[in-house]
């Protein structure tokens, strides 16, 4: 190989350092599609969601009012269980039997029995983190829970989900998508379980005005 040759190979080889790191970064920056972490505890979300009633923003108690849902602190746990403890009695959720998840509970709170508060030693649950995006990327909860965007349209029927998985991709073209082409309230609905489908309209245009669009110019997410 000559002199010349040799330095002509340089500016191939730094772009190809250059495009490996940068997808090293992408891939690191941002959840999987599928991602099923174990979390510290399991939660049964069927039971406290459709057996309970409770709803989403009991728990994730800032996603309509900040850009991040905020994860579930151990006083909203024990808010309930420091009456209700591992000893379950039989009920309609269930013969008696003692729960170990609620032992776990019960540990990170140092609390030794019901009703009696949480301890000097409690800490807070390590929750496992499962939708996350690129740093480089805003996503404002309030405004999409506030614009009627049900929960499940992105995070999928987690109501009925014994252990959480991430639902969607997550990746650019799939929010440009739903920018683009627009939210349909009845659509949200019907991806939340709560509503039967539709029938389908005669012409696309037909459902035009019931989709709800948004912008999707750079500065709507990198901001």
């Known amino acids: 190989m000559t002199t010349r040759s040799k330095w002509t190979t340089v500016p191939g080889l730094i772009a190809l350092a250059v495009g490996a790191i ?49 994860l579930p602190a151990l006083s909203t746990c024990m808010g309930c269980h420091n009456l209700v403890g591992p000893d379950r009695p039989a009920s309609d959720l269930g013969p008696k039997r003692h729960s170990a998840e609620l032992d776990k509970l019960y540990k990170y709170a140092d609390q030794k029995m019901v009703g009696a508060g949480m301890g000097p030693n409690a800490k807070p649950i390590p929750w496992i983190r499962i939708h996350k995006v690129p740093e480089y990327v805003h996503f404002p909860h309030t405004r999409h829970i506030n614009a009627g965007v049900t929960c499940q349209t992105c995070h999928g029927q987690v109501q009925k989900m014994d252990r959480v998985y991430q639902f969607a991709t997550l990746n650019m073209g799939w929010c440009v998508s739903c920018h683009v082409n627009g939210y349909s309230q009845q659509e949200g609905l019907e991806a939340a379980g709560y509503a039967p489908s539709s029938p389908a309209p005669a012409a696309p245009v037909a459902m035009a005005t019931d989709r709800k669009k948004a912008r999707y110019d750079c500065a709507n997410c990198h901001y």
Do not use: R
């Open 22 to 70: 940068a997808l090293s970064a992408y891939a690191g920056a941002s959840s999987s599609q599928h991602s099923s972490p174990v979390q510290p505890i399991a939660f049964p979300h069927p039971v406290h969601v459709q057996k309970l009633g409770m709803n989403c923003l009991y728990c994730h108690y800032t996603a309509n009012k900040s850009p991040d849902p905020g």
